[in-house]
């Protein structure tokens, strides 16, 4: 579709269905757009709501260039076919719509950037206990881990999908002081940081002095360090 400069409200011809999926169940979606346009500034709005609520972390149907939502099927669709551009300066710029639709599964979210699910399980639990959880885990016949970040995208949309403070995620030095690994998960065994160093080219987002190894047992990791949106070592319980 050929959209014109500097319009608002673009209606879009395509028509999205969602035959097949079981009417009386929600879902998730995640709607992003991407391109050379929207780096640009164009957005799009979703115009009709009706039934569906905002997941974590989002809070506006329009202006928006990603947004997350739950319902049912019908109300999805409506939804779908409701949306409209409102494109940039940019002449010839590209804008490319994706729709994801996932279970609804409760403190589940879907990061539609790198194609991620995550569970947020709440609790005082130890670093020990939850990586033994977070291996035990399962979402739609996939096995879980521990949560690694390896970008600055990846970890404000942790950051934003939960309220809650001092999260573990799947980084320690547990076997080798100052040696932080990321445990599980497709980086298992990636070093990000050595001797007091970090590593070139590896994300990290330490708190401010941080990690200091205090009292000399620190080994773990948390994110959300009293509820900012950075990293501390802490001991294996919190």
Known sequence: IDVPANTSSFTLTDTYSMAGYDAATNYKVSVVAIGSAVDAGATFDVT?????????G?????????VNFIGTPSNIEAALN???????????????LQVYITSQ????????????????????????????????????????YFATITSAQEDSYINNRTNATNV?????????EGDF??????EAGTLIRSGGTNVSGQ???WSTGEPNNSGGNEDYIIAKYNGGTQWNDFGETP
């Open 58 to 66: 989002y809070s506006s149907w329009t202006g928006v260039g990603e």
């Open 181 to 186: 690994v990321w445990e599980q998960g497709p």
């Open 203 to 205: 994300y990290n987002n």
């Open 168 to 176: 573990w995620i799947g980084l320690s030095d547990k076997d080798t």
């Open 82 to 96: 409701s949306i409209v551009l409102n494109t940039s300066a940019l002449p010839a710029g590209e804008i490319k």
């Open 105 to 144: 599964v409760a403190n589940a979210f879907f990061n539609p950037i790198n194609g991620h699910i995550y569970e947020f399980v709440s609790g005082n639990i130890s670093w020990t206990s939850a990586a033994s959880a977070a291996l035990q885990s399962t979402y739609e016949g996939e096995s879980g």
């Open 48 to 56: 009709t709501t009706s039934g569906l609520s905002l997941d974590a």
